[in-house]
């Protein structure tokens, strides 16, 4: 027996909206019901194996079964925003998977699936209607199955009922169960009922009578009284709300089984649908059938693979002439394109083996193999011999070929990233499909073909991304800053930092004494053993067996969070020690004994530095995270002590002293802040005279402290509640705070204000020098999201701003360090701050330079101040 699949289109959208937490794609479209529709119909198509497939909505404007009754007006609440928007977009989408629509003016969607349903049962067909809306109960028949999803422990599940299903769970058939929603009403459905009668109630009348007549016919037998008297008084209403909730059979609606008939659902404009909305782990399942049916007619360029010195240099000849060409360094060789019809795979063979009675026995290479060293003079060649060289990703050819600028060279995964940095990666194959909208397997998916395509991905997608980048006004940010970062950083991850390994395990060793004395003092004070790094033992112990105040409980347990324990930290001593634990056991894990792993056998850590992952323009580090070596408490800081310059060198360290405040004051023009960063030392002291309103001599420690939380805070786009926790003061007084600073910097607030209106009418801000940071939160329906949108807003041009002046630092000392002749090099870049190890007898002339250099970064309306020191260690210098 065929097979017909009904899906509620309003019904499963909405269950989708309310199921799946809040979701948007890089353009600030909400996605969440869309995404959360789409995997409840592949779910269902997966599990019925339907020969027929359609999908009923509601029009805007429906009239509820044509039937009037003008002592009810319905309540029906109006659709949130940001699901009507999804609207449209789950139309689109499944119009693009070729699955029709179906609906008709002045009829609901329940209506079209009742009429469908039974005229194809009819027919002989089987029947599955998918639906939230318990109404369509009443279409259960023998070859009629209702489906209903709901959410039960977090996950969706779907129920099934037939006939002796309904009358199982609800006492009811599905033909009765209209008279119990004509007693007992639908207030989400606009359908009134009998006042006072509930579900329990309409259910046992109607098992009982079976109609709503006959139950009236026996009126005086009833019960309860209270049920009695309503169907007395509002008998006429009752059987008005079953009009409601009965399902026309009978819609003059156009049915074309033709037209239903389930094709391929993966087509390529669903599948650029799907990568608009980002809904990242449907791609898989799109790209995969998409690839299938691409294959025939894909426009990939022939791979030619080469393996011999003198083919490769003929075939690199041929490519003479060409304007520009892709190349990639990869695991496999080197990828370079100069057409879009062939693509030069340049493959360094790995010396196989081969099972013999004595063991392993290497095969030789042939004489004219191309071994790693020829394929590092290939890509020389290329990076010399032609006028335009397009990187998928430059960094890892770099520490190949190594780091001599070249204005000629691209690399299309940092110009991606400024088009969008909140995408998660750009990848070749990425960029092909984001680009290109072209298909090709990733390096898990085939890692050969994935590498041998990326030359070709960037040769065809860099003038794309260039063009883009033009438009967005961004080219002079990617060529003179970004391009030559990548230099800059290849530079500091191949020359490390050296760290004293010894004393790094002789002080993990230190720590772990510490922590085990720490431990037992808890477990004193406490009056029991217990696992203080699990958060439910130790929210037990504090919560329930102490009683200490604030505990918040959780699904999980209590909420042992940092801010809480801070909050009983001052009067509770144990709570304190179990903070300096959990200090102590995360400078052991992360840094005492997890930089151990890191460190080569040059003695240095060579770590990774990411300009590709934040939003905001920051360097990040990874690999391991050398930005996070803490310097604030004496234990943390000794970590610090264990980088070290090589033998005869010392280290400068040149770090911004407030470069984001400088910034804003300078980006805001407010008078007021300028004045003050020229005339004054201590920016925090005068702006405590200016909010508290005292002369600068009696601004107390408390006061600047107070001044200095609100200085930082401001640019975060602090709020009054987030102010009263870090200063421990009422809101009021946070409110007051905040007000008085910006009646001191008027023009601050106006700045700040003028960055949320730019982000919510082009949905991104800009720093000073184009950077783009979107900001989809703002078009959110979820007050937080909107909160943090606005936040964002405020704080990304300044953070921003800080984050390209601080590139141009690092450019700008590295050229300086290279034409002063000084044997010197940046080591790290820890975000406003610079390390170089530099010979000893040029450290003075080193460090005036870094000083002079990166005070001229930038011309701002205030002058960049930099604090600089030499010393024999990271904690010494800094």
Not at 152 to 172: A, H, I, R
Not at 625 to 634: C, G, V
Request: net charge negative.
């Amino acid at each position: 027996m065929e097979k017909l699949v009904l899906i509620d289109g309003h019904s499963i959208l909405n269950r989708a909206f309310y199921g799946v937490p809040t979701l948007s794609n890089s353009a600030g479209l909400p996605t969440n019901a869309v995404y959360g529709f789409l995997n409840i119909l592949f779910r269902i198509l997966d599990e019925e194996k339907a020969d027929y497939l359609a999908v009923a909505f509601d029009l805007p404007a429906p009239t509820f079964r044509h039937l009037e009754y003008p002592e009810y007006k319905g309540t029906r609440k109006p659709m949130p925003e940001e699901l009507h928007q999804q609207v449209p977009m789950m139309k689109e989408m499944l119009t693009a998977m070729g699955i029709p629509i179906l609906s008709l003016e002045g009829y609901e969607a329940d209506d079209i699936i009742g009429t469908a349903a039974k005229r194809f049962q009819a027919e002989g067909l089987e029947v599955s209607v998918v639906s939230g809306d318990r109404d369509l109960l009443q279409l259960a028949d023998t070859h009629i199955r209702i489906r209903v999803p709901k959410t039960l422990k977090g996950t969706t599940q779907v129920f099934d009922y037939y006939p002796e299903d309904v009358q199982k769970e609800y006492q009811v058939t599905p033909q009765e169960f209209i008279e119990v929603k004509g007693l007992m009403g639908d207030t989400s459905d606009n359908i009134p009922g009998v006042p006072s009668i509930g579900e329990k109630t309409a259910t046992a009348i109607i098992a009982a009578y079976h109609t709503i007549e006959n139950a009236y016919a026996h009126l005086e037998e009833l019960k309860p009284p209270r049920a009695r008297k309503a169907l007395a008084e509002h008998y006429d209403l009752a059987l008005f709300s079953r009009k409601l909730a009965t399902i026309c059979l009978d819609a003059p609606v156009e049915l074309s089984l033709e037209k239903m008939k389930l094709q391929n659902l993966f087509t390529p404009e669903a599948y650029e649908l799907v990568r608009k909305y980002e809904f990242r782990s449907l791609l898989k399942r799109f790209e995969g059938q998409v690839r299938e049916q691409a294959d025939a007619g894909s426009k990939e360029p022939e791979i030619v693979k080469l393996t011999g010195e003198q083919a490769a240099a003929e075939a690199l000849k041929k490519l003479a002439g060409a304007d520009a060409v892709g190349l990639q360094w990869t695991a496999s060789g080197l990828s370079v394109c100069g057409s879009p019809d062939q693509v030069l795979m340049f493959c360094c063979p790995a010396q196989e083996t081969e099972e013999t009675p004595f063991g392993e026995a290497l095969v030789p290479l042939p004489e004219d193999a191309l071994t790693e060293e020829k394929l590092v003079s290939l890509a020389r060649q290329v990076l010399t011999s032609f006028p335009l060289v397009y990187a998928a990703e430059l960094k890892p050819l770099l520490h190949r070929v190594g780091t001599e600028e070249r204005e000629n060279v691209r690399d299309c995964s940092v110009a991606a990233y400024l088009l969008n940095p909140l995408k998660e990666s750009y990848l070749p194959a990425d960029l092909a499909r984001d680009y290109l909208g072209q298909l090709i397997p990733t390096e898990k998916e085939d890692p050969e073909k994935s590498a041998a395509l990326s030359g070709w991905v960037a040769c065809s997608a860099g003038p794309v991304l260039e063009k883009q980048l033009e438009d967005a006004g961004m080219t002079a940010l990617y060529r003179e800053i970004e391009i030559p970062l990548i230099y800059a950083l290849a530079d500091m991850e191949l020359a490390g930092v050296k760290v004293e390994g010894e004393r790094l395990t002789a002080f993990a060793e230190e720590l772990k004494e510490r922590i085990a004395g720490v431990e037992q003092e808890i477990f004193r004070e406490t009056g029991v053993s217990f696992n203080i790094n699990s958060p439910k033992q130790l929210g037990e112990v504090l919560f329930e067996k102490m009683g200490l105040p604030y505990g918040k409980k959780t699904r999980t347990g209590y909420s042992t969070a940092a801010d809480i324990l801070e909050k009983l930290a001052g009067e509770v001593p144990v709570v304190r020690k179990i903070l300096e634990y959990r200090m102590l056991t995360k400078l052991n894990s992360t840094y005492a004994t997890g930089l151990t792993a890191y460190i080569r056998e040059d003695g240095r850590i060579h770590g990774t530095f990411n300009q590709t992952i934040t939003a905001t323009g920051r360097i990040s580090s990874t690999e391991p995270n050398l930005q996070n070596i803490p310097i604030r408490t004496e234990m943390g800081s000794r970590i610090r002590q264990v980088f070290v310059p090589k033998e005869g060198y010392v280290f400068a360290d040149a770090d911004y002293s407030q470069i984001e405040l400088r910034v804003l004051a300078s980006l805001s023009e407010d008078g007021n802040l300028i004045d003050a960063y020229r005339h004054a030392v201590d920016i925090h002291a005068v702006t405590a005279s200016q909010v508290f309103h005292v002369p600068l001599e009696e601004v107390t420690p408390e006061m600047r402290r107070n001044a200095k939380a609100v200085n930082f805070g401001v640019v975060y786009g602090i709020s009054a509640f987030g102010l009263s926790e870090d200063l421990s003061i009422s809101r009021a007084d946070a409110k007051d705070y905040i007000n008085s600073y910006f009646r001191t910097y008027p023009k601050v607030k106006l700045f700040l204000d003028q960055q949320i209106r730019a982000a919510r009418e082009q949905g991104y801000v800009t720093t000073l020098y184009g950077r783009r940071r979107p900001i989809p939160e703002l078009k959110s329906s979820n007050f937080m999201q909107r909160a943090f949108g606005e936040r964002v807003a405020m704080n990304s041009p300044i953070q921003g701003t800080a984050a390209d002046i601080m590139k141009i630092a690092m450019l700008k000392v590295r050229r300086a360090l290279k034409e002063a002749g000084l044997d010197a090099r940046i080591v790290l870049q820890i975000h406003d701050e610079l390390l170089v190890e530099v010979r000893k007898d040029q450290a003075e002339q080193a460090l005036e330079l870094m000083k002079r250099t990166m005070r001229e970064a930038a011309d701002l309306k205030v002058n960049l101040e930099v604090d600089a020191h030499l010393g024999s260690s990271w904690l010494e210098a800094h």
